[in-house]
């Protein structure tokens, strides 16, 4: 499937090759070692969403991504899941419509994702910071001669409670099982990661591509959307495009014909912008970091 002109880059929107690489060799621990009970799509949340955790954190530990790549996956993440138009679907609409539905696949994902930030913080600070989320996953996933039962949300939560209170794993319940959203604290990865709010919308491209790919010709102009304030209206001859589709952090560039002179447009293509938490990083990250990120 790696052709010689494959690009091994990193990435940091969590798309490159080694980002892939990370996630699937996490799943012979997540998955192949410690497996989900049927219905799998119930517990994808911890062996597809804990896993995208691990993928960004054991490439940074191991020195195969620097801070910024990691970072930029940790608010790619974050965003994604604050933007996603399903984040409040419950467990059972995972379970149906996983195969049937491209956001509802992804839901899992960025869920557990985001619910492994808040398990990892919760244990450091009930434990004074002596233990992470890696001292749960270790307990759980160290070799046996007897391989463990396999795990659903209810014996996973319940080993979650272990290591935190009922309280807190029944907070993580409501989430991860009824859809309750999640509101991180911009101060939940303190003194390592600096939180902040930035408005972000979902990607919108804000015409119908399809339509001006046929006629060169700009149609389905949204009124008020990102391309509308840059200028783009219906009818404008469209000379040519670039857009990273559902990347709603580069900006999509249109160029339009008029009067024999080409101009160029060029815009977010975003939605509607919701306050989302992203973290940044100082220069030199205290060297406690280490067991933190």
């Known amino acids: 499937f790696l052709t010689p002109k494959t690009d091994l880059a990193v990435r940091g929107d969590g798309t490159g090759v080694t980002w892939l690489l990370s996630h699937e060799l996490f799943h012979l621990w997540n998955g192949h070692r410690y497996r989900l009970a049927e219905p799998e799509p119930l517990g994808y949340w911890f062996s597809e969403g804990f896993t995208n955790f691990y993928a960004r954190r054991l490439l940074f530990r191991a020195g195969l991504v620097d801070g910024r790549a990691f970072v ?25 419509d996983f195969w049937k539905n491209r956001d509802v696949e992804k839901l899992p ?30 307990e759980l996933l160290a070799p046996r001669r007897v391989p463990p039962p396999n795990v659903t949300p209810d014996t ?12 807190f794993a029944e907070r993580i319940r409501k989430v991860v099982v009824d859809g309750a959203p999640v509101t991180l604290d911009p101060k939940l990865l303190e003194p390592c990661l600096h939180g902040h709010t930035e408005p972000i919308g979902p990607y919108e491209l804000g015409f119908d591509e399809p339509s001006a790919r046929k006629s060169h010709l700009a149609a389905g102009v949204a009124p008020g959307s990102s ?7 219906n009818g404008q001859r469209m000379v040519s495009w670039s857009v990273h589709r559902n990347d709603f952090r580069t900006p999509a560039q249109v160029v339009i014909e008029e009067g024999g002179v080409n101009r160029t447009l060029s815009y977010l293509p975003q939605g509607k912008v919701v306050p989302v938490v992203q973290f940044t990083a100082d220069a030199t990250l205290p060297a406690s970091c280490g067991k933190v990120l």
Do not use: C, H, Q, W
Not at 72 to 93: C, G, I
Not at 122 to 136: F, H, M, Q, T
Not at 156 to 167: C, E, H, M, N, P
């Open 72 to 96: 930029a996956n940790l608010n790619d993440e974050v965003a994604r899941y604050a933007l996603s138009p399903v984040k409040d679907e419950p467990a059972a609409r995972v379970a149906k």
């Open 109 to 138: 994902y960025l869920r557990g994702d985001v619910v492994a930030l808040l398990v990892d913080a919760e244990i450091r600070a009930v434990s004074n910071g002596n233990k992470g989320l890696d001292d749960l996953m270790k």
């Open 156 to 167: 996973f939560l319940a080993r979650i409670a272990s290591y935190t209170s009922d309280a």
């Open 227 to 233: 391309a509308y304030r840059a200028g783009l209206r």
